[in-house]
């Protein structure tokens, strides 16, 4: 093969990967944005108190591990579920999309691992320390929504 030949060949090979990467990269984001919003909320949305809450703010969720202690569909949201959850002197139900928990469901008596953030809550298996779901602040949900261009 000649020089010549095998410049061209790189040529191409680097022109075709600069073609192809704002492909993927468009893919990709398309892809995230999807992702995210099945596995995120806002608080506001997500986290309601319960009549048993021993904190004068139902809304305040303390970090640490709770117990699963019912799983039902979340009321007037259709493709939800909505999880009691109880901790120590702390209980409050966390509304998901369903498709959240399609990797691994969260049945009554599963522990869940509860972590501040500065973005908000993240919730997660308490035996893998995976995340399932983020409790975006109001704030935070606001400024990740897709905006039309």
């Known amino acids: 093969m000649s020089m010549q030949f095998l410049r061209r060949a790189a040529a191409l090979s680097v022109l075709a990967a600069a073609i192809a990467i704002p492909a993927q990269a468009g893919s ?59 901790g120590q002197g702390n209980e409050f139900f966390l509304t998901v999309p369903k498709a959240a928990l399609a990797d691994r469901a969260l049945p009554t008596g599963s522990l869940v691992q509860v972590s501040e953030r500065p973005y908000g809550y993240e919730f997660a298996y308490a035996d893998t320390r995976q995340a399932f779901f983020l409790a975006l602040d109001d704030a935070w949900q606001r400024e990740l929504r897709s905006h039309a261009i």
């Not at 992702?35 to 986290?47: K, L, P, R, T, Y």
């Not at 703010?57 to 949201?77: C, L, M, S, T």
């Open 28 to 86: 990709s984001a398309s892809s995230a944005s999807s992702a995210g919003s099945e596995s995120s909320g806002s608080v506001s949305d997500s986290i309601g108190g319960s009549s048993k809450s021993s904190s004068g703010d139902d809304k305040k969720v303390a970090a640490g591990q709770y117990r699963v202690i019912d799983v039902a569909e979340a009321p007037g949201k259709p493709g939800a579920t909505r999880l009691k959850l109880q």
